[in-house]
Structure formats: C-alpha cells, structure tokens
C-alpha cells in the first residue's frame, strides 16, 4: 500500500496537493454533510418526542379513548439489541475485509465482504420485521407525530444501509470477477468509511430513540 | 505496448462527441460547464425580472389592476426563487466551475463527470420548477414556503408540489457540486499553491462550498418531511397532529441564513480579484480577508433565528440571536474596510467591471447597515415584514451579489471567450443598473418605515405609499434597459468583441497566463508557483515588493503554454490573435484528459422520469422505471474509467 | 506485523508534507475494539432494564456510553486517529457544530431549559 501511494503521488497525472486521494476527501466531506443531515432528523424526533396527541406511544402504553383499545409501548428492546449488535459486527467484518484487501489475501476479503453484506441484510431483516410488527400494533407513518417521525428517522437509516449492502454486494461481484488487490484498497477504505458512518448514525439513534424515554 | 493500442484509437477521426451539439451533451470540461452555467443562469435571470417587472407594474399605482391576486402570489414566489435558486446561485457556480481549477492550476476537477452531473440536474430542476407556469400552478407559497401554509390542507393545487420536488432537485445539484469543489480545492492545487497563496476567489468559493454542504441538509430535510406530508400524509406539520409550525421555519432558517452567505460570498470572492488589477495594488490584508470570510462562514450558523423574531422565542433566545447577527457585522465590515485600503492610494482604473466591484462595495454597505438595524430585535418588529426588508435584501443581493457578479462577467468574459466586452455599453450598464437599482430600491425604505406591508398585491391610495412606488416601478423600467444592453453587449462581444489576448487586464494571477480561451487541458505543464501573485512578479515586480509569501518573487518562468513558454511580457500565444487554433491539442502534448461522457445526462433523465412520476398522480411504475434508469446510468458511469487507458 | 501508528511524512521539493501513508490498525486492535464496543451495548441495555432508568443519572449514563462507542468506533473503525489531520477537520468541524445546532433547537423548542429555582 505505501508503495502504491508513493508511486501514484510522484505520477504528475495523478498528482495531489495533499498526497492524498480525491474519493477519501469526498467521503469526509459527505460525512460531514450527513452529520447535518442526520443532526435535523434527530433533533426533529426528539422535539416531536411526547407531543403526539394520539398513541400508540414509544415506551408507554395507551388505550385510545374512543375505542377502549389497549396499546402496549411500541418500541421492542430486545429485538432492537440483537440488531444493534448485529449492525456492530459488521463494523468489524468491514475492518477485516479491508485488511483482507490491503494484503492481497483473495479468500478472505471475499469471507469478510460477503460476511459485511450478509450481516447489513440481516439488519435491514431486523428493520423490516419491526416496521411491519409496529404496523401491525397500530402505528404507522401517519398515525401521530411519533410514527411520523419514527419511520423517517430510521427509515432514512435503514435506505443508508440498503446503498452500504448494495455498494458491499458491488464490490463483492467485482472481487470475484477480476479479484481486488492492494491497488483496490481505497476503493474498500471508502465504502468502509461510509458503512462505519452509518454504523455511528445507529448508536445514536438507538441511544435517543429507543433507550432514553 | 499500451500506448501503441490507444494511440490509433484517438488519432483517428473525430470522435462525436468532439464536435456539434454532442460536445455539449457529453462534455466533462470544467469551462464549458461553467459556461453552459452561465448561459443558463442568464437566461433564468432574464425570466426572474421579467417577473420582478410585472410586480412592478402591478404596484405602479394604487389598486393595480394588471394581475389577479393569485397570479401575484406566484409571481412573488417565482421571482424569489427563480433569482436564488436559478439565477446567482448558479451564475456563481459558473464562476466556480470556469475558474476554480485555472486560478489553482488544475487541468480540471476532482470529479469531472459528478460536475456534468450537477449541471445537468440544475438545468432539470430549473425547468421543472418553471414548467408549471404551463399548468397555471407556479408555486406561491413564498420562496419561504411557510408552514402550516404549504400543507395539502391550504395549498391543495400543484402549485407547491412543484416547488417541493423542484427545490429538492436543485439542492441535489449544489450539493453535488459542493463535494466536487471542496476536494478539487484541497486536492489539485498546483505545487506550491499553498492555501495562504490561493486568490480570494478560490478561498470565497471554499468556504461557501462548505457553506453549502453543511446547510443544504437542513432544507433537504425540511423539504423531505414537507413532500411527506403532501404526498403520503404524514403529520410533520399538522397542527392538528400536535405538529408545531415553528419546526419549519427552524429548518428553513438554519438553511436560509447560511444561504444568504453562499449567494454573496462568491461576489465577494470576485470583487477581491477585481479591485487589486485596477488598482495596481496587492489585496490589502489579505489574512485578514481569509479570516473574515471563515468568520463569516462560521457565524452564518448562529444567526438563523433572527429571521424569526416576530414569533416571539423570548428573551434569552431574541438576545441571543440580536448579539451573534450584531457579531457578524465585523468580519463583513473588515472586508468593505479591506477593499476600501486596496483602493486607497492605488492607481485606480475605471473599467466597467471595476465599476461595478465600486458598485459592490457602496450599495452592499447600505444594505450591511440596514442588515444591522434588523439584528435588534425590537426596532425589527417594526421592520418585519414590511418594503423595509425588501428594500434591505435587494441592497445586498442586487446591489451586492449581482453588481459583483457582473463585474465577474466583464472581468473573465475575455478569458471565456478569448474577447473584450464593449466598454462603451459596459458603462452605459453599469450607471443604469446603478440609477436604476437605487431609484427601486431606496424608496422601499420609506415605502417599508411608512407601514407598506410585504407580499401584498393591492394597497389603497392616501396611505402615503403612491410616491414612493411610482418612483420604484420607474427606476424598475431603467433596470429593464440596462439589462437589455447587457445582453445586446455580451452577444455582440462574444461574437465580434476585440480580441483579448493572454491577459487584458494585466491581472496577477495565474489564470491570466494561459491563451484566451483556455486550452481543454488549461496548462501545458502544470505550473510552479511561488508567490500570491506571479503574474505581477514577472512583469510588474515592484507592485509585490511588500506582499508576504512572495520573498523571492517569481524571477523564472515555471508556465508553460502549448509547449511555447509563457510569462514573459511578449508570450508566443498572446501575439497570435488567431490564438483558439494555434495551441496543439493535449493528444500531441501527451496529456490524457477525461473521455466525454453522456452517462452524467442519462442518470439526470432518470431522476426527471422519477420526479415527473411522483407529480403526475403518484404514477408507481414510472417513479421506478426513473429510479432504474438513474441507478443503472450511475452503474455504467462508476465502471467506466474516467480517462481512457494509457 | 503491527500496526504502526504514525501516519508517515515526506517533503517534496517544494517543501510541502505530503503525508503517504495512512497506517490502519490491524486485527490486534479490531478484535479488542470489537470487544470493548460489545461490552458497552450490554451495559447500555443492562442499565435500561435496572432500577436506574428512574433515576436522573440514567441519561447522562447512556449518553456517554453511546459518546465513548460513537468515538471508538471513528477512532479505530475509521482510523481518523491515525490518519491525515485534514480529514479530522472534515468530520470533526461538522460534527461539532451539527451538534450544538441540535442542542440550540432542544433548548428553542423548551426541551431543555435553565431552571431557575
């Protein structure tokens, strides 16, 4: 990799003010951007949070008036944990996969990117299966101010990680068509970056959201 | 053995993409681009003050009868966001497009085809928000678009899902373009092109690239939860709901300052390269002139409430908006104080862009100091909503940004197009333009001070306002004329303007060492640079005597055009007037450059198709089929190498 | 091999530092990382389900645990601890002042306020 750099940095084509590439510059930047992006949909839920005039409600039960019906909290912890954990993991598959790449070693940056879009797909399971089991408690979208905000926050989350597993599911292809060699290694650190960002946006997001009420 | 198989392919006849209408619609050059922003954003220009002009007549007189109330309201809305969105913002992304890359001594930007990208998705969300005059529904919410009045319940019509999906667009394209630029600046400076040695251009488009990054996400998702709540009937801002109205204004506002900074700080960038050449003198302080600017950028995300006094946020809050906007007057006033000692004691030539930076800097200050009047909230309560605050932002936008612009325009418009623009009409604009903007504007203020309220379509005779719009809607009519010679002007000048040569201005940055118009590949070779201002230390080294930064001075020659050497006083490309056709073409240098490409126009297309599905009843299939397109356009793109194998 | 955590700087002729390298830690960090970052989740969903959630420490308590896993996981996951300054700059600016954006609409919109008495 140093190698690589050094030759890339003394090719005046491929000359950086920085010594750095332009994709790494790019991606902080757009993080930095998501940051704000992220930082309105939260502060939105959390400005929404117990202003809703209707339940269902996140940690408390409600019984509508008008109908007598009971509804128990909404949000599910312990799913919600696996899936955080899940999330967590992939993390560590990604680091994997990009040291896989960085050394050259074929087998296993194929194991650990498979296994970083495999483990992304089951987070995205987790968030399908929650959707449908909260619409079927009686909260969707339109329901209140909390399921408005709810489903946009971690649905603009969860569309963050159908892009991650589709760039992985990319990458993946391209490793098994031609191999991805230390000369790629930018190209994973990038995605990487991008997939780890995300992984931070969920920390949050299950802090805020789910565990403080 | 690589050479050999590409070398037949590009020697051979001319690709289609080289030529003809094709070379526009693929194109990945950074000067076309930024001239085909250019054109556009002209062109949007024209429309917004047709649009201010009808307003205008409208307020002529007492109950004007010339449009109906609900016309009016879409005039307003349309003028306002037509003249932000569609007219300065991207007049200044021409700028940044044409010039960042030479005034850094790139050959291009970071990522040329996102660049086509952002372009072409400024052009569809400029249409798309226009195309709804056709169907009578122009948006008429505001450029603000207030909540709860841009909910289905009070704006049921199309009017608003145009601005919605439109507005969404074109932050796309600014938003896309801000990456692309924040890298180019880190990333492609020249060796030696420090950042304490870049031209203020180059640092006011930095900083506005942040600018724009970090506050597009505030109106991208106040606008995502509107399009929710329009389209699938969420409760973002359903009163009813328990939704409160001020979530919008927060989001709006916390884009809506920042973006007062994007639409001026351009403006500022180009004066400062404006007013140093006609005064054969260094920019005065320029550290300070950086700092100011990041000062400006930085405090920008302080001050957005006080565009909200009147909603009553309590003392804590007024206080401690009214004390950051007053904070804010300091940087800004350096600048004015910066080009005032650039000025001072300079040898001082009057061309007409450097009329208008001199315009710039006389009419922004009375809209800075209007601008401070507001920052105290209880003498803006009087002023809220009322022509006071007209004629304040139109000080600084127009008699601000536009009057920079403009000097933009005539100053580089040798360089883009290898010809003068006529000084005659040049300053037959500029005192028009300048009449006219102070005889529209300036009664405005007592107009405003007098009790007119915004946004009205009618207003009774005997309240005192008769006068002072009269004389408004007259020096409207002088401004409609000066535009008319600006346009006369610059297509006469690009078609038969004088011939320019390297640098007509005797400029001193290094963007004014390469042929008029640039070579596709910029630079030859790319330059070496060693001080703030090479040009003047080759030809003119006493002006950069005293200028840190530049010791040693530029002694030798380090820019080398079309393999002719450049920099001496008598460069071989600046005595061929027939320059366009002299300089070899990067083939015969060797120098790859990026393929023309039109996957950047296809991806857009499949956006139009997806956004034109979402308007047009909700259409499922045809909101897919775009998205395929775009995802598949975007596949294509992102495989294909950006340069062709060498 | 180790990973060495200093990120390497040449001078070019210009005298500008390019720095070449961006060292990444390797699977000796990631897995202790790893560890650390599950270790905290438990703890998080441990104190939501004890007598402390009824007590005022409960959210200052998940609030630095998300902080410290917020932080590890840029640190060491992203290596912004061991690579090139500027990208600091790019997340870290942002992030501060995205962050006191969302604490100024908290206090705006009442969520938090200054209590007198």
């Known amino acids: 990799m140093a190698t690589a750099a050094l030759a890339e940095a003394h090719d005046e084509h491929h000359y950086t003010s920085t010594g750095l590439p332009h994709t790494k510059i790019a991606i902080w930047a757009f993080i930095g951007s998501e940051c704000f992006f992220f930082a309105s949909l939260i502060a939105t839920y959390l400005i929404y949070k117990g202003r809703s005039v209707v339940g269902p409600f996140p940690h408390t039960p409600w019984v509508d008036p008008a109908t007598g019906q009971h509804f128990k909290p909404i949000l599910n912890i312990p799913v919600t944990s696996a899936s955080t954990f899940v999330l967590l993991m992939s993390s560590l598959a990604m680091v994997l996969a990009h040291s896989a790449v960085v050394r050259g070693d074929r087998k296993w940056s194929k194991i650990w990117l498979a296994s970083t879009a495999l483990l992304g797909a089951t987070f995205l399971g987790f968030q399908a299966y929650e959707f449908t089991s909260f619409v079927h408690e009686g909260l969707k979208i339109t329901t209140n101010l909390f399921g408005s905000t709810f489903f946009t926050l971690t649905g603009f989350h969860g569309a963050h990680v159908t892009a991650g597993v589709l760039w992985l599911v990319t990458m993946l292809f391209i490793d098994f068509k031609r191999g991805l060699g230390p000369r790629d290694a930018i190209n994973v650190d990038v995605m990487a970056l991008y997939w780890h960002f995300v992984d931070v946006v969920w920390i949050a997001i299950f802090t805020l959201v789910y565990l403080i009420q | 053995m690589a050479t050999t198989v590409a070398a037949p392919r590009a020697a051979g006849p001319k690709h289609k993409y080289e030529s003809g209408i094709w070379s526009w619609l693929a194109t990945t050059d950074h000067k076309r681009i930024g001239q085909l922003y250019l054109y556009t954003a002209l062109a949007w220009f024209l429309v917004g003050g047709i649009e201010a002009f009808i307003i205008r007549l409208q307020l002529y007189g007492p109950n004007g009868r010339i449009v109906s109330a609900e016309t009016y309201n879409q005039l307003f809305t349309m003028h306002g966001t037509t003249m932000i969105f569609m007219a300065i913002m991207p007049l200044s992304a021409a700028f940044f497009n044409f010039l960042v890359p030479l005034q850094i001594g790139a050959r291009d930007v970071a990522f040329p085809r996102l660049n086509a990208f952002s372009y072409w998705v400024f052009l569809a969300g400029s249409i798309f928000m226009n195309v709804s005059w056709l169907f009578h529904a122009a948006p008429d919410g505001g450029w603000f678009a207030y909540a709860p009045l841009n909910t289905r319940v009070y704006s049921p019509g199309l009017n608003m899902d145009f601005w919605v999906i439109g507005l969404q667009i074109l932050g796309l394209s600014s938003l896309a373009a801000g990456f692309n630029f924040i890298t180019t600046i880190i990333n492609m400076r020249a060796p030696g092109m420090h950042f304490m040695r870049m031209p203020v251009f180059t640092w006011a488009t930095f900083v506005t690239q942040f600018l724009i990054v970090l506050s597009f996400p505030f109106i991208t998702v106040a606008v995502t939860f509107l399009l929710f709540d329009r389209f699938f009937g969420t409760n973002f801002y359903e009163i009813a709901a328990g939704a409160d109205p001020l979530l919008w204004q927060h989001l709006f506002w916390l884009f809506g300052h920042p973006e007062v900074y994007i639409l001026i700080l351009p403006a500022f960038g180009l004066v400062s390269e404006v007013l140093p050449t006609f005064s054969r003198k260094p920019l005065f302080g320029y550290p300070v002139m950086v700092y100011s600017l990041i000062l400006i950028a930085f405090l920008g995300f302080g001050v957005w409430a006080h565009h909200m006094f009147a909603v009553g946020m309590g003392p804590i809050a007024d206080s401690i908006f009214g004390i950051t906007t007053m904070l804010i007057a300091i940087p800004t006033g350096v600048k004015i104080f910066n080009w005032l000692g650039t000025m001072w004691g300079g040898s001082l030539r009057f061309t007409t862009p450097m009329l208008f930076a001199i315009g710039l800097v006389s009419l922004f200050t009375i809209g800075g100091i209007s601008g401070v009047m507001h920052s105290s909230p209880p003498s803006d309560l009087q002023q809220t909503d009322s022509y006071f605050v007209v004629a304040h932002f139109h000080y600084v936008l127009f008699g601000g940004s536009m009057m920079g612009l403009f000097a933009g325009i005539y100053y580089y418009f040798p360089k883009i197009t290898g010809r003068l623009m006529s000084e005659t009409l040049g300053k037959w604009h500029f005192w028009l333009t300048f009449i006219g903007m102070n005889l529209t504007f300036f009664p405005m203020h007592f107009a405003g001070l007098d009790g007119m309220p915004r946004r009205i379509w009618q207003y009774d005779a005997n309240q005192g306002w008769d006068v002072d719009n009269h004389i408004s809607t007259i020096g409207a009519a002088i401004l409609v004329v000066a535009t008319l010679i600006f346009v006369i002007n610059l297509v006469r000048s690009r078609r038969s303007g004088a011939r320019a040569g390297n640098d007509p201005w005797g400029a001193p940055t290094i963007e004014w060492s390469i042929p008029s118009p640039p070579p596709a590949y910029n630079y030859a070779t790319i330059p070496t640079v060693r001080s703030r201002y090479p040009m003047w230390d080759m030809k003119a080294p006493e002006l950069t005597a005293s200028v840190p930064h530049s010791p040693a001075g530029e002694k030798e020659v380090t820019v080398k055009v079309g393999g002719a050497t450049a920099g001496h006083i008598e460069t071989p490309a600046d005595t061929q007037l027939n320059a366009e056709n002299a300089h070899p073409s990067a083939h015969e240098l060797g120098i790859v450059m990026p393929t023309p490409t039109i996957k950047p126009l296809l991806a857009t297309l499949g956006l139009c198709v997806s956004f034109f599905g979402l308007i047009w009843h909700r259409h499922v299939p045809i909101i897919i089929l775009g998205g395929v397109i775009f995802v598949a356009a975007l596949y294509a793109w992102l495989l294909t190498p950006l340069e062709p194998e060498h | ?117």
Do not use: C, N, Q
């Not at chain 3, 200093?6 to 390019?18: I, K, L, N, Y």
């Not at chain 3, 990382?33 to 959630?53: F, M, N």
């Not at chain 3, 002042?97 to 200054?114: C, E, K, P």
């Open chain 3, 1 to 117: 091999m180790t990973a060495d955590h200093s990120a390497h700087v040449t001078r070019d002729a210009h005298g500008d530092a390019h720095p070449v390298e961006h060292a990444h830690p390797d699977w000796g960090t990631y897995k202790w990382v790893a560890l650390v970052l599950t270790i905290i989740t438990i703890v998080e969903v441990y104190v939501y389900y004890t007598g402390l959630k009824d007590t005022r420490l409960f959210v200052p308590i998940l609030l630095i645990l998300s902080a410290a896993k917020f932080a590890i996981v840029v640190m060491f996951y992203m290596h912004l601890k061991y690579d090139a300054k500027i990208f600091r700059g790019l997340f870290i600016g942002p992030l501060i002042v995205a962050m006191t954006v969302l604490i100024s609409l908290l206090f705006l919109f009442g969520h938090i306020a200054i209590h007198a008495s």
